[in-house]
């Protein structure tokens, strides 16, 4: 990772140029710099999917409206998409065949500048409750994949019991407060006890921490040996088979990645006997961060930032990241 000079980009028609303020890391940047065999980055390349900033410049063709006059400050939805197929005037612009995501396969706002469809655009939040930059930049990848999960996937319903494993990531810490927000019993897994009760403080009702204790037999007795309706795992291999024994009959487990390998040992007679299901889930469509951030500004939702380091400490912030030190998002101000 270096920090360097490159052309400031300039929006084109349909686009608009943002000053950065503040972006947030995700596992994606990680995997980016290790390389992922199925995606060739040119380089250099610039990542950064959650960010928050001001508009700067718009191209031609982009109107002067609410989120993209010059001087707005806005948040940017991470997901790109053509806008003209079926998925996308339906209003799934995340299952559009073209879809990609800011930072990933676009530059990100990693950066001073970023541009970005003009569509991408979200106003900040004005409510009682004020947040700031790095507050902001924490919300959008985090949230709207968990409420993707569990509420347009798994239909989380009042009185369920959801497991939220790595209850300190950002999905994790995400996860917690959208299943208490929908009346649901939460039992949270982190690595440590500063972690578990941190979960404890967004609400979390039961913790367990899975560096000491089985995973599978705490579920099964904090439930009366039912198990949990819902399981959101975005850990991958490691935790996978767990999930499914941890899960009750009928119960549902969301994925929306592996941070720890792709390919799970999987014993179908749990899934077909005990009739589960398993959902996959990536990101969310473009109208869910706005309806999100009026949940924020209420002060029903809040976002949870581990620390905020200048983009000149982006190799630290990796190693910290990369070290699962962090609860909540890490935020890089620019």
């Given at each position: 990772?270096?920090?360097?000079e490159?052309?400031?980009?300039?929006?084109?028609?349909?686009?608009?140029?943002?000053?950065?303020?503040?972006?947030?890391?995700?596992?994606?940047?990680?995997?980016?710099?290790?390389?992922?065999?199925?995606?060739?980055?040119?380089?250099?390349?610039?990542?950064?999917?959650?960010?928050?900033?001001?508009?700067?410049?718009?191209?031609?063709?982009?109107?002067?409206?609410?989120?993209?006059?010059?001087?707005?400050?806005?948040?940017?939805?991470?997901?790109?998409?053509?806008?003209?197929?079926?998925?996308?005037?339906?209003?799934?612009?995340?299952?559009?065949?073209?879809?990609?995501?800011?930072?990933?396969?676009t530059?990100?706002?990693?950066?001073?500048?970023?541009?970005?469809?003009?569509?991408?655009?979200?106003?900040?939040?004005?409510?009682?409750?004020?947040?700031?930059?790095?507050?902001l930049?924490?919300?959008?990848?985090?949230?709207?994949?968990?409420?993707?999960?569990?509420?347009?996937?798994?239909?989380?319903?009042?009185?369920?019991?959801?497991?939220?494993?790595?209850?300190?990531?950002?999905?994790?810490?995400?996860?917690?407060?959208?299943?208490?927000?929908?009346g649901?019993?939460?039992?949270?897994?982190?690595?440590?006890?500063?972690?578990?009760?941190?979960?404890?403080?967004?609400?979390?009702?039961?913790?367990?921490?899975?560096?000491?204790?089985?995973?599978?037999?705490?579920?099964?007795?904090?439930?009366a040996?039912?198990?949990?309706?819902?399981?959101?795992?975005?850990?991958?291999?490691?935790?996978?088979?767990?999930?499914?024994?941890?899960?009750?009959?009928?119960?549902?487990?969301?994925?929306?990645?592996?941070?720890?390998g792709?390919?799970?040992?999987l014993?179908?007679?749990?899934?077909?006997?005990?009739?589960?299901?398993?959902?996959?889930?990536t990101?969310?469509?473009?109208?869910?961060?706005?309806?999100?951030?009026?949940?924020?500004?209420?002060?029903?939702?809040?976002?949870?930032?581990?620390?905020?380091?200048?983009?000149?400490?982006?190799?630290?912030?990796?190693?910290?990241?990369?070290?699962?030190?962090?609860?909540?998002?890490?935020?890089?101000?620019?």
């Amino acid at each position: 990772m270096e920090i360097g000079e490159v052309p400031t980009p300039a929006p084109g028609p349909g686009q608009v140029q943002v000053r950065v303020t503040a972006a947030a890391l995700n596992h994606i940047d990680l995997w980016l710099r290790q390389g992922l065999p199925a995606l060739h980055v040119p380089l250099p390349h610039v990542s950064g999917g959650d960010v928050c900033g001001v508009v700067s410049a718009l191209g031609a063709g982009v109107r002067s409206m609410a989120g993209a006059a010059e001087g707005d400050r806005v948040l940017l939805n991470p997901g790109i998409s053509c806008g003209r197929c079926v998925a996308c005037l339906d209003g799934r612009d995340n299952f559009c065949p073209d879809y990609q995501m800011l930072g990933e396969q676009t530059w990100g706002g990693l950066a001073e500048y970023v541009v970005v469809p003009a569509a991408n655009l979200v106003p900040a939040p004005r409510g009682r409750i004020a947040l700031d930059d790095a507050q902001l930049a924490s919300i959008p990848i985090a949230f709207i994949t968990a409420w993707q999960m569990l509420v347009d996937r798994a239909r989380i319903q009042q009185g369920e019991t959801v497991l939220v494993l790595a209850a300190g990531s950002g999905v994790g810490t995400a996860s917690i407060q959208i299943a208490k927000l929908y009346g649901a019993r939460v039992i949270a897994t982190a690595s440590t006890d500063e972690k578990l009760a941190a979960a404890r403080a967004l609400g979390a009702d039961e913790t367990i921490n899975h560096a000491s204790a089985d995973i599978v037999a705490e579920v099964k007795r904090l439930t009366a040996r039912r198990g949990a309706d819902i399981v959101v795992d975005h850990v991958g291999a490691t935790t996978f088979g767990k999930s499914v024994v941890a899960c009750a009959k009928g119960g549902r487990i969301v994925v929306c990645g592996a941070t720890a390998g792709y390919e799970p040992v999987l014993n179908l007679r749990h899934v077909f006997w005990r009739q589960l299901s398993i959902l996959g889930s990536t990101l969310a469509s473009k109208a869910r961060l706005p309806a999100l951030l009026e949940l924020f500004a209420a002060g029903r939702l809040r976002s949870v930032v581990d620390r905020v380091q200048p983009l000149e400490d982006i190799g630290e912030a990796h190693r910290r990241l990369e070290s699962r030190a962090t609860f909540g998002k890490l935020v890089l101000s620019v």
